[in-house]
Nanobody, 122 residues
């Protein structure tokens, strides 16, 4: 079983930065791929970024490519997403998720955190 807790959300002005963290507990977390997803009010959940279990492979949604960076912590039970040049359209609840396979599909992830709110003001 894997338990995930996100942190780092908040209110930021457009053009600003935030770093979200996802702390995991449970066995064999190091063997899980991790993903970040987001859901804005009235919209479907969408893929943001993913990283392989080794940290060697990453994937990004086109909407965040070049602005967001996903990484695994040196302790390996933490995953981060550094978000730069934030835009009002980045406003959403951000969720981290864990899976044995790296995927852009939310359905591939059996474990999810509770989410953290990111609000970008214009």
């Amino acid at each position: 079983q894997v338990q995930l807790v996100e942190s780092g959300g908040g209110l930021v002005q457009a053009g600003g930065s935030l770093r979200l963290s996802c702390a995991a507990s449970g066995r064999a977390f190091g063997s899980y791929a991790m993903g970040w997803f987001r859901q804005a009010p009235g919209k479907e959940r969408e893929f943001v970024a993913a990283v392989s279990w080794s940290g060697d492979s990453t994937s990004y949604a086109d909407s965040v490519k070049g602005r967001f960076t996903i990484s695994r912590g040196t302790v390996r039970n933490t995953v981060y997403v550094q978000m730069n040049s934030l835009k009002p359209e980045d406003t959403a609840v951000y969720y981290c998720a864990a899976s044995t396979v790296m995927s852009r599909r939310g359905s591939a992830y059996p474990y999810w955190g509770q989410g953290t709110q990111v609000t970008v003001s214009s």
